[in-house]
Nanobody, 122 residues
Framework: QVQLVESGGGLVQAGGSLRLSCTAS????????MAWFRQAPGGEREFVAA????????YYTDVVKGRFTISRVNAKNTAYLQMNSLKPEDTAVYYC???????????????WGQGTQVTVSS
């Protein structure tokens, strides 16, 4: 199994930036496709971004395109989500997910972190 730990969440004003990190342990990180999802209060978990094992394929949900950037550094066993121009509607718990199979935006990843809270004030 692979264990995932997110960090980097916090409180930020609208228009600000945060960078989330997801550090993996337990298995070879480069064998796993990675993704970020989020869940707002009272809402369902939704896809944010995904990146393939090598980083050659990247997908975003439309509402974050141009504002968020997913990346990974396999040598550091870490995936990132750089979030710029944050909006109050980005407020949610953000989860990273991993799977050796490619799921893209589908909520079928086998491994999940515990989540990190992101709060954007207006």
């Amino acid at each position: 199994q692979v264990q995932l730990v997110e960090s980097g969440g916090g409180l930020v004003q609208a228009g600000g930036s945060l960078r989330l990190s997801c550090t993996a342990s337990g298995r070879t990180f480069s064998n796993y496709h990675m993704a970020w999802f989020r869940q707002a209060p009272g809402g369902e978990r939704e896809f944010v971004a995904a990146i393939s094992r090598s980083g050659s394929s990247i997908y975003y949900t439309d509402v974050v395109k141009g504002r968020f950037t997913i990346s990974r550094v396999n040598a550091k066993n870490t995936a990132y989500l750089q979030m710029n121009s944050l909006k109050p509607e980005d407020t949610a718990v953000y989860y990273c997910a991993a799977d050796p199979l490619w799921h893209g935006l589908r909520d079928r990843y086998d491994y999940w972190g515990q989540g990190t809270q992101v709060t954007v004030s207006s």
